[in-house]
């Protein structure tokens, strides 16, 4: 019998640990072990994460005037300035500047291209809520990876 969250989000298995779970992460996809393509980890993750919400930071530093820690919507500017920064290349291109910089990119699970306009949103959307990419299944993927159906992925070793 599926678990409750089967029906909201596809991807995630019935039971945890019965029988889905690879000997590597990404093995049930097709993803190799380890080099190029393998299922992204943590660290790199986190990293482009942290490359793309500096990049955000910097620019709102530009745009959000003269004393910009002063601007009580300083924070706002920031989290929309990374939301576009990190949805639309990955949208268009599978890959933030961070992601891109830090050798990943996300891959859809469904033999799609591009990951696409309306799933990128979405997936941008639930990492900005933070839970999300904390709650990881044995692929590495998080809710808002198994809510588009995405991967993240090496580009380099």
Do not use: Q
């Not at 939301?83 to 891109?100: H, Q, R």
């Not at 990419?133 to 995405?150: C, E, F, M, Q």
């Amino acid at each position: 019998m599926a678990r409750w969250i089967e029906s909201w989000m596809p991807g995630s298995a019935p039971l945890p640990g019965a029988g889905n779970a690879g000997a590597y992460p990404g093995e049930k996809f097709g993803l190799p072990a380890e080099g190029v393509s393998s299922a992204a980890g943590f660290g790199r993750r986190f990293g482009a994460l942290a490359v793309d919400w500096i990049l955000g930071y910097l620019i709102a530093l530009l745009v959000s005037g003269p004393d910009p820690l002063a601007t009580p919507d300083f924070n706002w500017y920031v989290l929309g300035i990374w939301y576009l920064l990190t949805a639309v290349p990955v949208a268009i291109f599978g890959a933030s500047a961070g992601m891109t910089a830090l050798g990943i990119r996300v891959a859809s699970i469904d033999n799609s291209v591009v990951v696409g306009v309306p799933r990128a949103l979405l997936r941008t959307a639930l990492i900005a809520v933070v839970v999300p990419p904390l709650v990881r299944d044995s692929d590495g993927r998080g809710w808002h990876d198994k809510a588009t159906r995405t991967i993240v992925v090496r580009t380099r070793a």
